[in-house]
């Protein structure tokens, strides 16, 4: 069984880093094909992608959010993380991380809720 | 690749047959999937490559299209149905999605 989880810090400041773990089960990002990425949703809106990271260790940001982001992955421990610098307001939203094979995402975590606010 | 859904909001009543768009903003060949979002539960993988139907997605959704328009059909409507759906195109990075159609009970 296939199981995703994400992990947060609730709220930040202005201007901090965001860290963002993803713990999971049920598959192992060594596994060749194998891939985590991660996916944002601000309250009422849509979805956003941001990044994936592979089982080679391949990375892969949206540039939309230039060089903010960092993706990486603890494959003994089956985690996967993502750090946000220099985070605004923009960022709140509810951060999601799912397995991806082939680029689709067939299993999703429940999310959690990040608010930046001073 | 910019994906443009529609319509964002849908009421229809069980028993009914509903068609959701997506239009990308150049050919993605049949790399587009459809997902299923409802309150309390993890957003659910439905539909790949255009049209082949995740493990346990029920019968009565379809999805079909290619290139640059694609089309989610739901027929007989359960109650179960009524949630958001978004699509995604997943032929070249960024990886990006629909804005989404909230299907309601009319």
């Known amino acids: 069984q296939v199981t995703l989880k994400e992990s947060g810090p609730g709220i930040l400041q202005p201007s901090q880093t965001l860290s963002l773990t993803c713990t999971f089960s049920?598959?192992?990002?060594?596994?060749?094909?194998?891939?985590v990425g991660w996916i944002r949703q601000p309250s009422g809106k849509g979805l956003e992608w941001l990044a994936n990271i592979w089982w080679d260790d391949d990375k892969y940001y949206n540039p939309s959010l230039k060089n903010r982001l960092t993706i990486s992955k603890d494959t003994s421990n089956n985690q996967a993380f993502l750090k946000i610098t220099n985070v605004d307001t923009a960022d709140t939203a509810t951060y999601y991380c799912a397995r991806t094979y082939g680029g689709l995402f067939a299993y999703w975590g429940q999310g959690t809720l990040v608010t930046v606010s001073s | 690749v910019q994906m443009t859904q529609s319509p964002s909001y849908l009421a229809a009543s069980p028993g009914e047959s509903v068609s959701i768009s997506c239009k990308a903003s150049?050919?993605?060949?049949?790399?587009l999937a459809w997902y299923q979002e409802k309150p309390g539960k993890a957003n659910k993988l439905l539909i790949h490559?255009?049209?082949t139907l995740q493990s346990g997605t029920p019968s009565r959704f379809s999805g079909s299209g290619s290139g640059t328009d694609f089309t989610l059909t739901i027929r007989s409507l359960e109650s179960e149905d009524f949630a958001v759906y978004y699509c995604q195109q997943y032929n070249e990075y960024p990886f990006t999605f629909g804005s989404g159609t909230k299907l309601e009970i009319k």
């Open positions: 490559s255009g049209s």
């Open positions: 049920g598959f192992s990002l060594s596994t060749y094909g194998m891939g």
């Open positions: 150049k050919s993605i060949s049949n790399n």
